[in-house]
Protein backbone atom coordinates (compact mmCIF):
# COMPACT_ATOMS: atom_id res chain seq x y z
CA UNK A 1 0.00 0.00 0.00
CA UNK A 2 1.45 3.70 -0.88
CA UNK A 3 -1.07 6.16 -0.94
CA UNK A 4 1.13 8.88 -1.13
CA UNK A 5 4.14 9.48 -2.81
CA UNK A 6 6.72 11.63 -1.18
CA UNK A 7 9.36 13.38 -3.23
CA UNK A 8 11.18 16.12 -1.16
CA UNK A 9 8.32 18.35 -0.35
CA UNK A 10 5.80 17.16 -2.83
CA UNK A 11 3.33 14.75 -1.65
CA UNK A 12 2.13 12.86 -4.80
CA UNK A 13 -1.32 11.01 -4.41
CA UNK A 14 0.07 7.85 -5.93
CA UNK A 15 -4.00 5.85 -6.55
CA UNK A 16 -4.63 8.91 -8.76
CA UNK A 17 -1.18 9.12 -10.36
CA UNK A 18 -1.90 5.24 -11.40
CA UNK A 19 -5.05 6.02 -12.98
CA UNK A 20 -3.47 9.45 -14.94
CA UNK A 21 -0.87 6.89 -16.49
CA UNK A 22 -3.64 4.01 -17.08
CA UNK A 23 -5.30 7.05 -19.15
CA UNK A 24 -2.37 7.93 -20.99
CA UNK A 25 -1.50 4.46 -22.17
CA UNK A 26 -4.43 3.14 -22.18
CA UNK A 27 -5.68 5.73 -24.94
CA UNK A 28 -2.31 5.60 -26.85
CA UNK A 29 -2.65 1.85 -27.42
CA UNK A 30 -6.32 2.61 -28.19
CA UNK A 31 -5.54 5.45 -31.08
CA UNK A 32 -2.60 3.20 -32.21
CA UNK A 33 -4.95 0.20 -33.34
CA UNK A 34 -7.95 2.47 -34.03
CA UNK A 35 -6.76 2.94 -37.58
CA UNK A 36 -7.47 -1.32 -37.88
CA UNK A 37 -11.42 -0.41 -37.87
CA UNK A 38 -11.54 2.52 -40.06
CA UNK A 39 -12.24 4.64 -37.04
CA UNK A 40 -9.59 7.74 -36.79
CA UNK A 41 -7.53 8.28 -33.71
CA UNK A 42 -8.48 12.17 -33.54
CA UNK A 43 -11.81 10.40 -32.44
CA UNK A 44 -11.47 8.14 -30.55
CA UNK A 45 -9.17 11.04 -28.17
CA UNK A 46 -11.58 13.38 -28.62
CA UNK A 47 -14.35 10.68 -27.79
CA UNK A 48 -12.55 10.01 -24.02
CA UNK A 49 -11.49 13.80 -23.53
CA UNK A 50 -15.05 14.96 -24.35
CA UNK A 51 -16.47 11.58 -21.48
CA UNK A 52 -13.69 12.97 -18.64
CA UNK A 53 -14.84 16.72 -19.06
CA UNK A 54 -17.72 16.00 -19.12
CA UNK A 55 -17.75 12.71 -16.58
CA UNK A 56 -16.05 15.54 -14.12
CA UNK A 57 -18.68 18.35 -15.06
CA UNK A 58 -21.59 16.02 -14.46
CA UNK A 59 -20.08 14.33 -11.47
CA UNK A 60 -19.36 17.75 -9.51
CA UNK A 61 -22.74 19.59 -11.01
CA UNK A 62 -25.28 16.11 -9.47
CA UNK A 63 -23.11 16.37 -6.28
CA UNK A 64 -24.19 19.88 -5.57
CA UNK A 65 -27.74 19.28 -6.82
CA UNK A 66 -27.45 16.54 -3.98
CA UNK A 67 -26.42 18.65 -1.64
CA UNK A 68 -27.23 22.46 -2.79
CA UNK A 69 -27.73 23.24 1.08
CA UNK A 70 -24.28 22.51 1.84
CA UNK A 71 -22.99 24.96 -0.79
CA UNK A 72 -25.45 28.15 -0.06
CA UNK A 73 -23.07 29.11 2.64
CA UNK A 74 -19.69 28.47 0.72
CA UNK A 75 -20.66 28.93 -3.37
CA UNK A 76 -17.01 28.70 -3.99
CA UNK A 77 -16.66 25.16 -2.81
CA UNK A 78 -18.25 24.18 -6.33
CA UNK A 79 -15.04 24.85 -7.55
CA UNK A 80 -12.62 22.90 -4.75
CA UNK A 81 -10.33 20.42 -6.02
CA UNK A 82 -11.50 18.11 -3.63
CA UNK A 83 -12.24 14.69 -5.63
CA UNK A 84 -14.87 14.09 -2.05
CA UNK A 85 -16.88 16.58 -3.77
CA UNK A 86 -18.12 14.36 -6.73
CA UNK A 87 -21.23 12.46 -7.60
CA UNK A 88 -19.90 9.05 -9.52
CA UNK A 89 -22.86 7.87 -10.89
CA UNK A 90 -23.93 11.74 -12.14
CA UNK A 91 -19.88 11.63 -13.67
CA UNK A 92 -20.52 8.74 -15.87
CA UNK A 93 -24.29 9.57 -17.12
CA UNK A 94 -22.70 12.88 -18.34
CA UNK A 95 -19.44 11.09 -19.64
CA UNK A 96 -21.61 8.56 -21.70
CA UNK A 97 -23.92 11.22 -22.45
CA UNK A 98 -21.67 13.34 -24.11
CA UNK A 99 -19.78 10.61 -25.92
CA UNK A 100 -22.90 9.30 -27.96
CA UNK A 101 -23.90 13.41 -28.61
CA UNK A 102 -19.95 13.46 -29.88
CA UNK A 103 -20.33 10.02 -31.99
CA UNK A 104 -24.01 11.03 -33.09
CA UNK A 105 -22.47 14.13 -34.26
CA UNK A 106 -19.63 12.69 -36.30
CA UNK A 107 -21.32 10.07 -37.25
CA UNK A 108 -18.98 7.57 -35.46
CA UNK A 109 -20.28 3.83 -36.11
CA UNK A 110 -21.24 2.60 -32.50
CA UNK A 111 -19.70 -0.75 -32.69
CA UNK A 112 -15.88 0.09 -34.37
CA UNK A 113 -15.73 2.91 -31.91
CA UNK A 114 -16.23 0.35 -29.14
CA UNK A 115 -14.05 -1.99 -30.67
CA UNK A 116 -11.39 1.05 -31.13
CA UNK A 117 -12.08 1.92 -27.41
CA UNK A 118 -11.87 -2.28 -25.82
CA UNK A 119 -7.47 -1.82 -25.32
CA UNK A 120 -8.34 1.87 -23.75
CA UNK A 121 -10.99 0.02 -21.55
CA UNK A 122 -8.83 -2.97 -20.67
CA UNK A 123 -5.48 -0.92 -19.74
CA UNK A 124 -7.63 0.99 -17.42
CA UNK A 125 -9.14 -1.89 -15.80
CA UNK A 126 -5.26 -2.84 -14.72
CA UNK A 127 -4.66 0.67 -13.51
CA UNK A 128 -8.12 0.89 -11.20
CA UNK A 129 -7.01 -2.51 -9.62
CA UNK A 130 -3.56 -1.03 -9.17
CA UNK A 131 -4.40 1.92 -8.02
CA UNK A 132 -6.69 0.40 -5.43
CA UNK A 133 -3.78 -1.16 -4.24
CA UNK A 134 -2.13 1.33 -3.89
CA UNK A 135 -4.76 3.13 -1.72
CA UNK A 136 -5.91 -0.35 0.43
CA UNK A 137 -9.31 -0.11 -1.41
CA UNK A 138 -11.17 -3.13 -2.83
CA UNK A 139 -9.62 -4.80 -0.34
CA UNK A 140 -9.88 -8.78 0.34
CA UNK A 141 -11.37 -10.83 3.08
CA UNK A 142 -9.53 -12.30 5.98
CA UNK A 143 -7.49 -15.61 4.90
CA UNK A 144 -4.79 -18.15 6.51
CA UNK A 145 -3.22 -18.89 2.63
CA UNK A 146 0.11 -18.48 2.46
CA UNK A 147 -0.22 -15.65 0.11
CA UNK A 148 -2.19 -13.51 1.97
CA UNK A 149 -0.72 -9.63 2.62
CA UNK A 150 -1.39 -8.01 5.90
CA UNK A 151 -3.89 -5.37 5.25
CA UNK A 152 -5.79 -3.46 7.81
CA UNK A 153 -4.86 -5.33 10.87
CA UNK A 154 -5.05 -8.49 9.46
CA UNK A 155 -3.67 -10.79 6.64
CA UNK A 156 -5.66 -11.02 3.69
CA UNK A 157 -6.74 -11.96 0.08
CA UNK A 158 -4.81 -9.94 -2.00
CA UNK A 159 -7.91 -9.33 -4.57
CA UNK A 160 -6.33 -5.88 -5.93
CA UNK A 161 -3.43 -8.38 -7.34
CA UNK A 162 -5.93 -11.05 -8.36
CA UNK A 163 -8.02 -8.13 -10.29
CA UNK A 164 -5.07 -6.84 -12.16
CA UNK A 165 -3.73 -10.12 -12.75
CA UNK A 166 -7.24 -11.33 -14.50
CA UNK A 167 -7.27 -7.39 -16.37
CA UNK A 168 -3.61 -8.02 -17.64
CA UNK A 169 -4.59 -11.51 -18.77
CA UNK A 170 -7.33 -10.47 -20.21
CA UNK A 171 -5.61 -7.50 -22.26
CA UNK A 172 -2.65 -10.27 -23.04
CA UNK A 173 -5.46 -12.53 -24.69
CA UNK A 174 -7.17 -9.50 -26.54
CA UNK A 175 -4.33 -8.19 -27.52
CA UNK A 176 -4.91 -5.61 -30.33
CA UNK A 177 -2.34 -6.00 -32.28
CA UNK A 178 -2.97 -10.03 -32.85
CA UNK A 179 -4.09 -10.74 -36.33
CA UNK A 180 -7.27 -12.50 -36.00
CA UNK A 181 -8.91 -10.11 -34.69
CA UNK A 182 -9.03 -7.93 -37.59
CA UNK A 183 -11.79 -10.40 -39.30
CA UNK A 184 -14.12 -10.19 -36.18
CA UNK A 185 -17.31 -8.95 -36.96
CA UNK A 186 -18.15 -5.23 -35.95
CA UNK A 187 -18.98 -5.25 -31.76
CA UNK A 188 -18.11 -8.76 -31.38
CA UNK A 189 -14.17 -8.02 -29.96
CA UNK A 190 -15.92 -5.36 -27.37
CA UNK A 191 -18.37 -7.72 -26.35
CA UNK A 192 -16.04 -10.57 -25.75
CA UNK A 193 -14.06 -8.29 -23.21
CA UNK A 194 -16.87 -6.89 -21.70
CA UNK A 195 -18.01 -11.06 -20.81
CA UNK A 196 -14.50 -11.77 -19.89
CA UNK A 197 -13.88 -9.02 -17.41
CA UNK A 198 -17.96 -9.29 -16.17
CA UNK A 199 -16.53 -13.19 -16.09
CA UNK A 200 -13.83 -11.67 -13.54
CA UNK A 201 -15.78 -9.58 -11.35
CA UNK A 202 -18.28 -12.41 -10.54
CA UNK A 203 -15.44 -14.85 -9.90
CA UNK A 204 -13.64 -13.02 -7.55
CA UNK A 205 -15.53 -10.34 -6.16
CA UNK A 206 -16.41 -13.33 -3.68
CA UNK A 207 -12.34 -12.80 -1.94
CA UNK A 208 -13.61 -9.58 -1.90
CA UNK A 209 -13.82 -8.19 2.62
CA UNK A 210 -15.72 -5.15 1.18
CA UNK A 211 -18.90 -5.43 -0.94
CA UNK A 212 -22.43 -3.69 -1.44
CA UNK A 213 -25.33 -6.56 -0.01
CA UNK A 214 -28.06 -7.37 -1.56
CA UNK A 215 -30.80 -8.89 1.06
CA UNK A 216 -29.45 -12.70 1.94
CA UNK A 217 -25.85 -11.59 1.61
CA UNK A 218 -25.93 -11.45 -2.06
CA UNK A 219 -23.09 -9.22 -3.43
CA UNK A 220 -24.61 -6.34 -5.98
CA UNK A 221 -21.14 -6.33 -7.58
CA UNK A 222 -21.84 -9.66 -8.87
CA UNK A 223 -25.73 -9.61 -9.52
CA UNK A 224 -24.44 -6.67 -11.99
CA UNK A 225 -21.83 -8.70 -13.57
CA UNK A 226 -24.02 -11.78 -14.13
CA UNK A 227 -26.22 -9.84 -15.96
CA UNK A 228 -23.42 -7.77 -18.15
CA UNK A 229 -22.26 -11.04 -18.83
CA UNK A 230 -25.58 -12.49 -19.84
CA UNK A 231 -26.36 -9.23 -22.22
CA UNK A 232 -22.58 -10.12 -23.66
CA UNK A 233 -23.85 -13.67 -24.30
CA UNK A 234 -26.84 -12.86 -25.54
CA UNK A 235 -25.15 -10.08 -28.26
CA UNK A 236 -22.31 -12.20 -28.99
CA UNK A 237 -24.87 -14.82 -30.00
CA UNK A 238 -26.90 -12.48 -32.11
CA UNK A 239 -23.58 -11.31 -33.97
CA UNK A 240 -23.12 -15.51 -34.55
CA UNK A 241 -26.14 -15.40 -36.42
CA UNK B 1 -22.05 -20.43 -17.89
CA UNK B 2 -24.99 -18.13 -16.67
CA UNK B 3 -25.99 -20.61 -14.48
CA UNK B 4 -22.41 -21.69 -12.38
CA UNK B 5 -22.28 -18.35 -12.50
CA UNK B 6 -25.91 -17.89 -10.24
CA UNK B 7 -24.31 -20.66 -7.66
CA UNK B 8 -21.30 -19.31 -7.46
CA UNK B 9 -23.17 -16.02 -6.41
CA UNK B 10 -25.45 -17.76 -3.74
CA UNK B 11 -22.48 -19.95 -2.65
CA UNK B 12 -20.28 -16.80 -2.14
CA UNK B 13 -22.74 -14.27 -0.78
CA UNK B 14 -21.98 -12.85 2.80
CA UNK B 15 -21.69 -14.64 6.30
CA UNK B 16 -25.01 -13.79 8.15
CA UNK B 17 -23.17 -11.24 10.27
CA UNK B 18 -22.36 -9.19 6.61
CA UNK B 19 -18.88 -7.88 6.41
CA UNK B 20 -18.60 -5.24 8.88
CA UNK B 21 -15.00 -4.26 10.08
CA UNK B 22 -16.20 -2.30 12.50
CA UNK B 23 -14.45 -4.95 15.25
CA UNK B 24 -11.63 -4.67 13.61
CA UNK B 25 -9.29 -1.31 14.94
CA UNK B 26 -7.05 0.45 12.17
CA UNK B 27 -6.98 4.36 10.73
CA UNK B 28 -9.44 3.19 7.20
CA UNK B 29 -13.23 3.72 6.12
CA UNK B 30 -15.56 1.28 7.55
CA UNK B 31 -13.59 -0.03 11.10
CA UNK B 32 -13.63 1.16 14.28
CA UNK B 33 -11.10 4.11 15.01
CA UNK B 34 -7.88 3.14 17.21
CA UNK B 35 -8.26 4.47 20.26
CA UNK B 36 -5.79 7.50 22.50
CA UNK B 37 -6.09 9.69 24.88
CA UNK B 38 -3.66 13.16 24.81
CA UNK B 39 -3.59 16.23 27.06
CA UNK B 40 -5.43 19.43 25.18
CA UNK B 41 -4.29 22.88 25.45
CA UNK B 42 -5.74 23.17 29.09
CA UNK B 43 -4.45 20.10 30.31
CA UNK B 44 -7.10 18.17 30.46
CA UNK B 45 -6.89 14.42 29.06
CA UNK B 46 -8.94 13.40 25.91
CA UNK B 47 -9.83 9.91 25.26
CA UNK B 48 -11.38 8.80 22.16
CA UNK B 49 -13.53 6.13 23.13
CA UNK B 50 -14.91 8.30 26.29
CA UNK B 51 -16.60 10.09 23.06
CA UNK B 52 -18.67 7.40 21.88
CA UNK B 53 -22.29 8.66 21.14
CA UNK B 54 -21.21 10.87 19.53
CA UNK B 55 -20.09 11.99 15.91
CA UNK B 56 -16.19 12.81 16.17
CA UNK B 57 -13.84 14.62 13.58
CA UNK B 58 -10.17 14.36 14.26
CA UNK B 59 -7.85 16.88 11.89
CA UNK B 60 -4.35 16.25 11.71
CA UNK B 61 -2.33 19.08 11.82
CA UNK B 62 0.80 21.46 11.35
CA UNK B 63 1.41 25.15 12.00
CA UNK B 64 3.86 25.32 9.34
CA UNK B 65 1.42 23.27 6.55
CA UNK B 66 -0.71 25.72 4.53
CA UNK B 67 -3.52 23.18 3.83
CA UNK B 68 -4.07 23.02 7.06
CA UNK B 69 -3.95 26.73 8.00
CA UNK B 70 -6.50 27.23 5.09
CA UNK B 71 -8.53 24.88 6.12
CA UNK B 72 -8.14 25.76 9.70
CA UNK B 73 -11.31 28.89 9.12
CA UNK B 74 -13.55 26.61 7.31
CA UNK B 75 -13.19 24.16 10.39
CA UNK B 76 -13.90 26.57 13.17
CA UNK B 77 -16.90 27.87 11.30
CA UNK B 78 -18.27 24.71 10.86
CA UNK B 79 -17.44 23.40 14.62
CA UNK B 80 -19.24 26.48 15.70
CA UNK B 81 -22.92 25.45 13.71
CA UNK B 82 -22.72 22.05 14.59
CA UNK B 83 -21.41 21.88 17.90
CA UNK B 84 -24.83 22.16 19.59
CA UNK B 85 -26.20 18.90 17.77
CA UNK B 86 -22.97 17.55 19.84
CA UNK B 87 -20.11 17.52 17.10
CA UNK B 88 -16.76 16.94 18.66
CA UNK B 89 -14.20 18.59 16.25
CA UNK B 90 -10.26 17.19 18.14
CA UNK B 91 -7.35 19.27 16.17
CA UNK B 92 -4.39 16.91 16.82
CA UNK B 93 -1.79 18.97 16.45
CA UNK B 94 1.54 16.97 15.15
CA UNK B 95 3.85 18.53 17.89
CA UNK B 96 6.49 15.86 17.03
CA UNK B 97 6.80 17.74 13.46
CA UNK B 98 5.98 20.90 14.65
CA UNK B 99 7.18 23.66 16.92
CA UNK B 100 4.33 23.91 20.06
CA UNK B 101 4.97 27.75 20.84
CA UNK B 102 4.03 28.45 16.31
CA UNK B 103 1.16 25.93 16.99
CA UNK B 104 -0.21 27.40 20.24
CA UNK B 105 0.44 31.17 18.93
CA UNK B 106 -1.71 29.80 15.53
CA UNK B 107 -4.50 28.74 17.31
CA UNK B 108 -4.83 31.72 19.37
CA UNK B 109 -4.75 34.26 16.08
CA UNK B 110 -7.28 32.00 14.77
CA UNK B 111 -9.22 32.22 17.77
CA UNK B 112 -10.62 28.17 17.45
CA UNK B 113 -12.84 26.89 20.30
CA UNK B 114 -12.44 23.55 19.70
CA UNK B 115 -9.93 20.66 21.69
CA UNK B 116 -6.29 21.18 20.34
CA UNK B 117 -4.67 18.16 21.29
CA UNK B 118 -0.98 18.32 21.26
CA UNK B 119 0.62 14.48 19.85
CA UNK B 120 4.45 15.44 20.73
CA UNK B 121 5.78 11.65 20.91
CA UNK B 122 4.03 10.94 17.27
CA UNK B 123 1.97 7.97 18.71
CA UNK B 124 -1.60 9.44 17.00
CA UNK B 125 0.21 10.01 13.83
CA UNK B 126 1.86 6.44 14.31
CA UNK B 127 -1.52 4.79 14.88
CA UNK B 128 -3.45 7.08 12.64
CA UNK B 129 -0.36 6.32 9.61
CA UNK B 130 -0.59 9.36 9.01
CA UNK B 131 1.56 10.33 5.43
CA UNK B 132 0.30 13.60 4.98
CA UNK B 133 -0.85 16.55 6.13
CA UNK B 134 -3.85 17.91 6.71
CA UNK B 135 -5.55 14.32 7.03
CA UNK B 136 -9.12 14.76 8.23
CA UNK B 137 -11.44 11.38 9.65
CA UNK B 138 -14.72 11.26 10.06
CA UNK B 139 -16.07 9.18 13.15
CA UNK B 140 -19.66 8.19 13.93
CA UNK B 141 -21.51 7.77 16.88
CA UNK B 142 -20.20 3.69 16.99
CA UNK B 143 -16.96 4.79 16.77
CA UNK B 144 -15.91 3.88 13.41
CA UNK B 145 -14.25 5.76 10.91
CA UNK B 146 -16.83 6.54 7.87
CA UNK B 147 -14.48 8.79 6.09
CA UNK B 148 -10.94 9.92 5.48
CA UNK B 149 -9.69 13.02 3.74
CA UNK B 150 -6.22 13.12 3.23
CA UNK B 151 -4.91 16.04 1.54
CA UNK B 152 -6.50 19.67 1.87
CA UNK B 153 -7.56 22.71 2.10
CA UNK B 154 -10.95 21.10 2.24
CA UNK B 155 -14.01 22.98 0.79
CA UNK B 156 -16.45 23.65 3.96
CA UNK B 157 -18.91 22.07 1.85
CA UNK B 158 -17.33 18.81 1.71
CA UNK B 159 -17.02 19.12 5.16
CA UNK B 160 -20.91 20.25 6.40
CA UNK B 161 -21.88 17.14 4.04
CA UNK B 162 -19.59 14.76 6.04
CA UNK B 163 -20.94 16.00 9.61
CA UNK B 164 -24.46 16.28 8.17
CA UNK B 165 -23.72 12.73 7.21
CA UNK B 166 -22.15 11.85 10.75
CA UNK B 167 -25.09 13.56 12.81
CA UNK B 168 -27.92 11.82 10.97
CA UNK B 169 -26.67 8.64 10.86
CA UNK B 170 -28.50 6.14 13.13
CA UNK B 171 -26.78 5.15 16.76
CA UNK B 172 -26.43 1.34 16.52
CA UNK B 173 -24.63 0.97 20.12
CA UNK B 174 -21.38 -0.83 20.20
CA UNK B 175 -20.52 -3.01 17.72
Not at chain 1, 41 to 46: D, E
Not at chain 1, 52 to 68: C, D, E, F, K
Not at chain 1, 141 to 150: F, L, Q, S
Not at chain 2, 135 to 142: E, L, W
Request: glycine share 8%; aromatic share 10%; proline share 7%.
Amino acid sequence: MLPILQIGPLAIQFPGLILLIGVWLGLSLAEKFAPQRQVSPNHIYNLVFTALIAGVIGARLAYILRYPQAFIPSPLSALSLNPGLLDPLGGAAAGILASMVYGQRKKLPLWAVLDSLTPFLAVLAIAINLSNFASGAGFGAPTHVPWGIELWDAKRHPTQIYESLAAAGILLILWPGRPHLQSWAAGRYFLIFLASSSLARLFLEAFRGESILLPGGIRLAQVVAWLVLAFCLFQLQRLSR
Amino acid sequence: MLLIGVLWIWFSRAPSGGLSQSGVSTPRKGFQAPDFSLVDANGSMIRLSDLRGQPVVINLWASWCQPCRAEMPALQRVYAEYQSQGLVLLGVNATNQDDAAAARAFTEELGLTFPILYDSQGAVAKLYALRALPTTFFIDRAGVIREVVIGGPMSEALLRIRIQQLIERPFEGMP
